[in-house]
């Protein structure tokens, strides 16, 4: 129940950004493309969580014409369909374990998560409306547990609309979910009979649904000679299970903020 989420899901709301910058003259769609970018973020120390951290962003992605491969947080997304708008393909993943590093009394005495290996895909859709660099994307991405950390699977689903505001800065506006299966939200949501005893807090497991909902805004500004700018703000709430959870209750909070800033260079 790290940042992890939230780290992926910052991820995903700048990598559309990043991927749409304005094209310099250098830009060439039937030759490889290669965009970097590094920053921080800030988010909660894990989901639910009242403390903070500081993070760094890395970021890569090669592209020719339609295809890209491209990290997301900790993992890779790549895009196998030769198609304007529909986009297609796996991702791979990496989720840390939940340990005594978290800065919380309580729950830094929990039995720890394993971290684990997920893998799933993606699906995303573009229709243009109004000028040319206007659209409004769709994308459900499911991730699976390949280890035994969780043994479940999430679902991530969110609908962006982009709009180009000038030849340099570009708005993007996202609404987003998240749904977990049972093993899954039991496993970072739920209260086992130990934890009950260490935390002393009641017994509870967690069912199967929407975790949460919440929207983001980012910024991005293209400066001369290929280098560009980028500023990301997000809220959620957390709903469903996660509210529910006695964690949540006694030592978190439902409402979930994040930033970051960041600097980009393509080649």
Same mark, same amino acid.
Do not use: C
């Given at each position: ?6 780290? &992926? ?29 590094? =920053? /921080? ?16 962003? #890395? ?6 014409? @339609? ?5 997301? =947080?900790?993992?890779? /997304? ?11 393909? #796996? ?17 830094? %005495?929990? %039995?720890?998560? @394993? ?21 409004? /994307? ?20 969110? &609908? ?10 570009? &708005? =993007? ?6 749904? =977990?299966?049972?093993n899954y939200n039991n496993t970072y949501y739920g209260l086992s009979a130990y934890n009950k005893i260490i935390s002393g807090y009641s017994l509870y497991e967690a069912g199967s649904g929407f975790n949460d909902i919440g929207s983001s805004v @980012? ?49």
């Amino acid at each position: 129940m790290q940042s992890l989420v939230i780290f &992926i899901l910052l991820v995903i709301f700048s990598t559309s950004t990043y991927a749409q910058q304005r094209p310099q003259e250098s830009f060439n769609l039937n030759s490889w493309n290669v965009i970097v970018a590094t =920053g /921080t973020f800030v988010s909660p120390q894990f989901e639910g969580s009242k403390q903070y951290r500081v993070l760094p962003l #890395p970021f890569i992605r090669a592209s020719k014409g @339609n295809y890209f491969i491209q990290t997301e =947080g900790p993992g890779l /997304t790549a895009n196998i369909l030769n198609h304007s708008r529909l986009k297609l393909g #796996p991702s791979l993943q990496f989720r840390s374990e939940r340990d005594k590093d978290v800065k919380n009394s309580v729950l830094k %005495k929990f %039995k720890t998560i @394993n971290s684990s290996i997920e893998a799933g895909g993606f699906l995303s859709y573009s229709i243009p409306v109004g000028a040319p660099g206007t659209n409004i /994307t769709t994308k459900i991405k499911a991730m699976f547990d390949l280890g035994d950390a969780h043994n479940g699977y999430t679902i991530n689903s969110s &609908i962006t609309f982009n709009k180009v505001l000038n030849r340099r800065t570009r &708005i =993007g506006i996202t609404l987003s979910t998240n749904f =977990g299966d049972q093993n899954y939200n039991n496993t970072y949501y739920g209260l086992s009979a130990y934890n009950k005893i260490i935390s002393g807090y009641s017994l509870y497991e967690a069912g199967s649904g929407f975790n949460d909902i919440g929207s983001s805004v @980012n910024v991005t500004y293209s400066l001369k000679n290929n280098w560009g700018l980028i500023g990301i703000f997000g809220y959620k709430k957390l709903i469903g299970p996660a509210k529910n959870s006695p964690i949540i209750k006694n030592i978190g909070t439902r409402n979930q903020f994040l930033s970051s800033i960041g600097v980009s260079y393509r080649f």
